[in-house]
């Protein structure tokens, strides 16, 4: 590849066709205006929004608590598990529009334990909604349940346990929520816990907080991925530990940008972690709060940081090796990705 090549800015359409994974998506964050009121309708709950239009007027966030606040209140529509099918269902369509073909989703059991919707009612509408994109779209998917990390390690130990009969319906745990104040070794046995059933670990890290919470998350928590971790360039010794070990982060910009994290887009660490090397993959977040899902993140983020052709197939690669995908699925994507880029005229 030459210099003349990698510099090569790619047009949206070769953006938008790309094969890519998802990494970093709350599901409960997929949530539309349109079916969190059809749902309310559905269940006779009452919103505190007269509309669509008014809701999505709320969708203006100073931090990440500000969101939070917004997006627990959304979540109390979902009661059953025709809705939590519904609500997935509706994510993996738009996913397979995108060119999506794995996905790893998080869900947030405590949210929906805390108002008495039954953890077997959560995970099996998650679970059928899963089965339907692998059989009809062929795509990878799986689900990562999140520890809320503004709750204490006995609650997130509750869950786990409540989890334990339904270990072949996800494939690891990992830790949200408020960042500031609740630093990852708070849940260092739960996650040693989560280990010795055979779980993945991850954890969000370095999105608000500091470049030491990456630390802890890696060292405490024995985290395989870090969920954001765009504060890693403040700390040069961090960042390369990063790239020896790849450890992988997934990125979502246009969440970064809803949630004030970068004055704007154009100030993003992204070219920062790709210069360097590290494994960085693009991700949605929570899409239906923070304007667009995945192609709508690579499109937004190539425009404002003026990223090439060669970064796009690199995040996409990125994606398929940071996932957790057997090796014969991940050697798929990898094939998939090659006759993309060779039948759209790179290399
Ligand atoms: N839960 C949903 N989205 C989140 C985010 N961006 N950070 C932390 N917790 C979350
Ligand atoms: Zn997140």
Same mark, same amino acid.
């Given at each position: 590849m030459t210099a003349t090549a990698s510099a090569e800015r790619p047009d949206a359409s070769f953006l938008r066709g790309l094969p890519k994974a998802e990494l970093h998506l709350h599901i409960e964050g997929s949530l539309e205006p349109e079916l969190m009121f059809a749902l309310a309708e559905r269940n006779g709950i009452a919103l505190p929004y007269s509309s669509v239009d008014e809701l999505r007027r709320a969708y203006d966030f100073s931090n990440l608590q500000s969101f939070l606040d917004i997006y627990y209140a959304g979540a109390s529509v979902l009661r059953t598990e025709q809705d939590f099918h519904d609500m997935a269902w509706a994510y993996f369509q738009r996913a397979h529009a995108d060119n999506v073909i794995h996905a790893e989703l998080f869900f947030d059991p405590q949210t929906h334990t805390a108002r008495g919707v039954a953890f077997e009612t959560v995970i099996a509408g998650l679970d059928s909604a899963l089965q339907r994109a692998r059989s009809e779209f062929g795509m990878g998917a799986e689900l990562i349940m999140c520890f809320l990390r503004h709750l204490s390690e006995a609650e997130a130990f509750e869950t786990l346990e409540q989890a334990e009969p339904h270990l072949g319906k996800f494939i690891g745990v990992g830790l949200d929520s408020s960042e500031v104040g609740h630093p990852p070794e708070k849940f260092r046995q739960v996650f040693a816990r989560a280990g010795q059933l055979g779980l993945h670990r991850v954890a969000h890290a370095g999105e608000e907080g500091p470049p030491a919470y990456i630390w802890s998350a890696l060292?405490?928590? *024995?985290?395989e991925r870090i969920d954001h971790g765009v504060q890693a360039p403040k700390d040069a010794t961090l960042m390369q530990r990063l790239v020896a070990e790849r450890i992988p982060l997934t990125v979502c910009p246009l969440s970064n940008q809803k949630l004030c994290v970068?004055?704007?887009?154009?100030? *993003?660490s992204l070219p920062q972690l790709l210069d360097a090397g590290v494994v960085a993959t693009l991700n949605s977040d929570d899409p239906a709060y923070f304007g667009g899902y995945m192609n709508q993140n690579f499109v937004e983020t190539f425009d404002a940081l003026g990223l090439g052709r060669e970064q796009a197939i690199t995040l996409a690669r990125n994606s398929f090796e940071a996932s957790f995908a057997d090796a014969a699925h991940r050697r798929r994507y990898f094939d998939r990705l090659q006759e993309y880029v060779a039948q759209s005229g790179a290399q």
């Amino acid at each position: 590849m030459t210099a003349t090549a990698s510099a090569e800015r790619p047009d949206a359409s070769f953006l938008r066709g790309l094969p890519k994974a998802e990494l970093h998506l709350h599901i409960e964050g997929s949530l539309e205006p349109e079916l969190m009121f059809a749902l309310a309708e559905r269940n006779g709950i009452a919103l505190p929004y007269s509309s669509v239009d008014e809701l999505r007027r709320a969708y203006d966030f100073s931090n990440l608590q500000s969101f939070l606040d917004i997006y627990y209140a959304g979540a109390s529509v979902l009661r059953t598990e025709q809705d939590f099918h519904d609500m997935a269902w509706a994510y993996f369509q738009r996913a397979h529009a995108d060119n999506v073909i794995h996905a790893e989703l998080f869900f947030d059991p405590q949210t929906h334990t805390a108002r008495g919707v039954a953890f077997e009612t959560v995970i099996a509408g998650l679970d059928s909604a899963l089965q339907r994109a692998r059989s009809e779209f062929g795509m990878g998917a799986e689900l990562i349940m999140c520890f809320l990390r503004h709750l204490s390690e006995a609650e997130a130990f509750e869950t786990l346990e409540q989890a334990e009969p339904h270990l072949g319906k996800f494939i690891g745990v990992g830790l949200d929520s408020s960042e500031v104040g609740h630093p990852p070794e708070k849940f260092r046995q739960v996650f040693a816990r989560a280990g010795q059933l055979g779980l993945h670990r991850v954890a969000h890290a370095g999105e608000e907080g500091p470049p030491a919470y990456i630390w802890s998350a890696l060292d405490e928590l *024995h985290a395989e991925r870090i969920d954001h971790g765009v504060q890693a360039p403040k700390d040069a010794t961090l960042m390369q530990r990063l790239v020896a070990e790849r450890i992988p982060l997934t990125v979502c910009p246009l969440s970064n940008q809803k949630l004030c994290v970068f004055p704007d887009l154009r100030q *993003h660490s992204l070219p920062q972690l790709l210069d360097a090397g590290v494994v960085a993959t693009l991700n949605s977040d929570d899409p239906a709060y923070f304007g667009g899902y995945m192609n709508q993140n690579f499109v937004e983020t190539f425009d404002a940081l003026g990223l090439g052709r060669e970064q796009a197939i690199t995040l996409a690669r990125n994606s398929f090796e940071a996932s957790f995908a057997d090796a014969a699925h991940r050697r798929r994507y990898f094939d998939r990705l090659q006759e993309y880029v060779a039948q759209s005229g790179a290399q």
